[in-house]
């Protein structure tokens, strides 16, 4: 068994990379692990928009990605765990949940001033998943407090705390609209990316075919921070892209992609 105390070391920096940014923790920045203003679709009384966290397979290898759930306020700590863990992947289906089928929560999660307590009936499977974990309890609590993992009541290792976000988290990130979702045109794409310069580059593609490209800027470059730009597209299904820039010109690691099927209607 893998040894779970060692988690507590932090995450190193990630290394040759297509658009360098420092390794600062966004929770609390504005944007970060909380949906852009016109994302998602408005909630219902007692229930919040909360960031949950997958493992998708980017061109440089595995990387957390979230999604924004509509789930109870009143516990929200609790309520995104539980969703997080109970089904395979996300709604977009390349986000897996690469933990044990059947894992569950043996009772409300607990936050102090010192630490967040999570006691579930199984260990992670992998260091990946236990920063899933964490960064879905940190985000739904808005909290960057370290997680105590219990399994069945007992302590995994020590606190985990959050690992580095710009060399676990996919640095481009569209949180709405959601994968599969129906909207009219025009089309409000939302999201957060850590990306050069802050520039970002879509793409629209119908099958293989590209039918519309473009740059936009998020608010602010080589950061988490937020994004917005509009597409004004023909009834019709298509997949929307968007890309980090590549300063290096291909000589540092892979440009990290996010996408999403959508139907204009």
Not at 59 to 87: C, I, K, N
Not at 140 to 158: F, N, S
């Amino acid at each position: 068994m893998m040894q779970l105390a060692r988690w507590a070391v932090a995450v190193v920096a990630v290394g040759a990379v297509a658009g360098c940014a420092p390794a600062v923790d966004p929770v609390g920045r504005a944007g970060a692990d909380r949906p852009a203003p016109d994302s998602p679709a408005p909630q219902a009384a007692g229930e919040r928009a909360l960031p949950v966290y997958y493992v998708a397979q980017t061109a440089a290898g595995p990387r957390l990605q979230r999604e924004f759930h509509r789930l109870p306020a009143g516990d929200p700590a609790t309520a995104a765990v539980r969703e997080m863990l109970a089904h395979p992947t996300g709604t977009d289906p390349d986000y897996r949940n690469p933990w044990p089928a059947g894992t569950t929560l043996r009772g409300p999660v607990v936050s102090t001033a010192d630490v967040i307590t999570v006691d579930l009936t199984a260990a992670p499977p992998s260091e990946l998943a236990a920063q899933q974990l964490v960064f879905t309890v940190q985000g739904a609590l808005g909290a960057t407090t370290p997680v105590q993992l219990r399994k069945d009541g007992v302590p995994t290792g020590p606190p985990i705390p959050r690992g580095d976000p710009y060399a676990l988290r996919s640095l481009v990130q569209i949180d709405a609209p959601a994968d599969g979702a129906s909207a009219a045109s025009p089309v409000a794409v939302t999201g957060e990316a850590a990306v050069f310069e802050a520039t970002l580059h879509w793409t629209v593609l119908s099958g293989s075919r590209t039918v519309r490209t473009g740059v936009t800027s998020t608010a602010e470059g080589q950061t988490f921070a937020p994004f917005r730009f509009t597409l004004d597209l023909p009834p019709g299904r298509y997949t929307v892209r968007i890309s980090e820039d590549d300063p290096s010109d291909g000589a540092g690691r892979p440009v990290l992609t996010d996408d999403r099927t959508i139907t204009v209607t």
